[in-house]
């Protein structure tokens, strides 16, 4: 059905069962006769539908039940309670064919073949999908063009470097045409170029090839080039869902400006007064940061106040983290729209044991 | 047979791999050299004690028994519970399951991929040792041999068959090098590797008919020498064949529940 979202999940649950041991080695041998556990909600009944086409950012902070969503989503993790339709498809229930229907991308951890030339991964998926030849040479030649491959093409995938590796691994995701792509971290411990480049890439395939993309990250330059939409989850919940400006308007106000100075400053109060309701600090006396709102000062306008006062040497200004701006919404220092209402009426009929 | 397609790149891909680690394999095939020649010089030595025959084997009957076990001892080797148990244990079987294969026939297909090298290999060696040692005694009948070719494939997928539902054990301990070491050691004792089963006392003999593990060694070696009459014959490979499918499900079984159950680490 065409009216069908391409990710409709409700109500989804994942919940872990955790061995709980008391220090030490008294604690071992009490766990060893007697085992307790515990369970750990890794994902608490949470609501979400996503519209083929879109590009969606999934954060939270470690631990919030980012990679469970993706591991259920992808048919690797049963859940433990809730519905879950891909695609038309139960993905645990049916796991292989979804399977043919999704890229994955795990930042961590390359899906190439350790030992042999990342040519040869490429062939291996070209079988493993089933992929018409004509196709996959079509596919793999855009690939290599975009994603500059075939400098590497013939070494093996453990010794190209992290980038050349992502670019790669990339390719392998995408050579079956997924309708779905999940990237988890897909630009971790990359320099700013592979960075761009990988941004631009998976962009491009939204916008050309119409691939909805779902991605995790801890880096807003990720989110910014790349997504419409984004979801927070926090302790196995979703406690935000929306677009991306409303969020940084609302959360990601703050920038701080550092400035490297020549010799400590004369009078700190001159230049605080210069500067209301901005927070300046100075730790060393050599290096000064003033904090401000974007919407009330031009970062232009804080150095020009800055520069009487000052011999400044050098100065730089901070991109608001994803963290930060995550913690704001956990926090609740900001006003959030409302999230969607998970469901609290069914968690009392939840089942114990399985 | 079109969707075997992608279970046989693979294999092909782990038999590069083993290319790739020549080093690793030259050692261990070494090591398995030094291995078939202390075993000549030791049954050579129990032999020349009690000339003529000791029990119901000869002495080129023993020399094709120890032949036939090392050849079958030599195939895949690079497939075992501390790597798959790793495997398990840091969450790369994650990957395997984003995929439209299946887990078990994957690594099937990777613990098969290799047999073609290290088969030509055992064998260069097998044939090198057995002429040093004056030769070995050969089937007495074509259709033994064939029969035996059977039965060594039985045998390869019964080891199979084995190691894989011992690495499930990765789902509930770490200790994966115990485990592999402990299945090994029953494995050389109850196949017949060490010591043809026939050698045992009875309540030995009797534990290692009911267990899976002669039909890795013994089995396809009394069948090369045409030791067995051919209704026992018939029986044994059949046990050899319910062991190894047998067991072949029962891993799929043992994968799909533990999936089920336990959590992918790492993540």
């Given at each position: 059905m065409s009216s069908m979202p391409l990710i409709e999940a409700r109500g989804l649950t994942k919940k872990f069962r955790q061995a709980v041991k008391e220090p030490g080695l008294v604690g071992s041998l009490k766990h060893f006769f007697t085992r307790q556990y515990r369970d750990k909600m890794a994902v608490d009944h949470i609501d979400l539908s996503v519209e083929a086409g879109e590009s969606v950012a999934y954060l939270g902070p470690n631990g919030a039940g980012k990679s469970t969503t993706i591991k259920m989503l992808t048919g690797i993790l049963v859940p433990t309670e809730g519905s879950l339709i891909v695609d038309g498809l139960v993905p645990y229930e049916k796991r292989q064919q979804n399977a043919r229907n999704i890229g994955v991308v795990f930042g961590q951890r390359t899906t190439l073949w350790w030992d042999i030339p990342v040519i040869e991964s490429f062939n291996l998926a070209r079988d493993m999908y089933e992929i018409p030849v004509k196709r996959y040479k079509q596919n793999l030649a855009e690939f290599t063009e975009l994603l500059g491959l075939a400098e590497f093409m013939n070494v093996p995938a453990g010794k190209v470097s992290l980038g050349q590796?992502?670019?790669?691994?990339?390719?392998?995701?995408?050579?079956?045409?997924?309708?779905?792509?999940?990237?988890?971290?897909?630009?971790?411990?990359?320099?700013?170029?592979?960075?761009?480049?990988?941004?631009?890439?998976?962009?491009?395939?939204?916008?050309?090839?119409?691939?909805?993309?779902?991605?995790?990250?801890?880096?807003?330059?990720?989110?910014?080039?790349?997504?419409?939409?984004?979801?927070?989850?926090?302790?196995?919940?979703?406690?935000?869902?929306g677009d991306l400006g409303a969020l940084k308007d609302n959360y990601a106000r703050d920038r701080v400006i550092h400035f490297q100075l020549a010799r400590p400053p004369e009078s700190m109060a001159a230049i605080c007064a210069g500067l209301p309701a901005c927070e300046t600090t100075s730790d060393d006396g050599l290096r000064l940061s003033v904090r401000f709102d974007r919407f009330q000062y031009a970062a232009g306008e804080i150095a020009a106040a800055v520069m009487p006062h000052v011999e400044v040497i050098d100065f730089h200004i901070d991109e608001p983290e994803v963290e930060d701006l995550i913690r704001k919404v956990y926090l609740g220092q900001l006003s959030l729209t409302a999230p969607e209402s998970t469901a609290e009426a069914t968690e009392s009929a939840v089942a114990t044991g399985a | 047979m079109r969707g075997f397609n992608k279970y046989f790149a693979m294999a092909k891909a782990s038999l590069e791999v083993i290319f790739v680690y020549r080093?690793?394999?030259?050692?261990?095939?070494?090591?398995?050299?030094?291995?078939?020649?202390?075993?000549?010089?030791?049954?050579?030595?129990?032999?020349?004690?009690?000339?003529?025959?000791?029990?119901?084997?000869?002495?080129?009957?023993?020399?094709?028994?120890?032949i036939v076990a090392f050849i079958l001892n030599s195939t895949m080797t690079w497939f075992d519970e501390w790597q798959m148990g790793a495997d398990i244990r840091e969450g790369r079987v994650a990957t395997d399951l984003a995929r439209p294969i299946d887990f078990q026939l994957k690594r099937f297909a990777e613990a098969s991929g290799p047999i073609p090298f290290e088969l030509a290999s055992a064998l260069a060696i097998g044939a090198v040792v057995a002429f040093v040692f004056g030769g070995i005694a050969l089937p007495a009948d074509p259709a033994h041999l064939a029969l035996f070719i059977v039965s060594a494939a039985l045998a390869t997928l019964l080891k199979f068959s084995i190691i894989y539902c011992v690495s499930m054990t990765a789902f509930w301990t770490t200790g994966m090098e115990g485990v592999s070491n402990a299945r090994m050691a029953v494995q050389n004792i109850f196949s017949?590797?060490?010591?043809?089963?026939?050698?045992?006392?009875?309540?030995?003999?009797?534990?290692?008919?009911?267990?899976?593990?002669?039909?890795?060694?013994?089995?396809?070696?009394?069948?090369?020498?045409?030791?067995?009459?051919?209704?026992?014959?018939?029986?044994?490979?059949?046990?050899?064949?319910?062991?190894?499918?047998?067991?072949?499900?029962?891993?799929?079984?043992?994968?799909?529940s533990a999936v089920k159950a336990v959590t992918i680490n790492g993540g």
């Open positions: 590796r992502m670019r790669a691994d990339l390719c392998m995701a995408l050579l079956h045409d997924p309708k779905m792509l999940y990237l988890d971290e897909p630009t971790i411990g990359l320099d700013i170029a592979v960075k761009d480049s990988i941004r631009k890439f998976i962009r491009r395939l939204v916008d050309e090839r119409g691939t909805t993309v779902m991605l995790t990250t801890h880096d807003l330059g990720d989110i910014e080039d790349i997504c419409n939409r984004i979801v927070i989850i926090d302790s196995g919940r979703i406690i935000h869902d | 080093a690793g394999f030259t050692v261990n095939l070494i090591g398995s050299v030094f291995y078939v020649v202390a075993m000549f010089y030791l049954w050579q030595t129990i032999f020349l004690g009690k000339p003529g025959a000791l029990g119901v084997f000869t002495w080129p009957e023993m020399k094709a028994y120890l017949g590797a060490l010591i043809p089963l026939v050698f045992f006392p009875d309540w030995l003999r009797g534990l290692a008919s009911v267990l899976p593990f002669q039909g890795m060694i013994s089995t396809p070696a009394l069948t090369y020498l045409g030791a067995m009459d051919g209704p026992t014959t018939a029986f044994m490979i059949g046990t050899q064949a319910v062991w190894a499918l047998g067991l072949f499900l029962f891993g799929r079984l043992l994968w799909r």
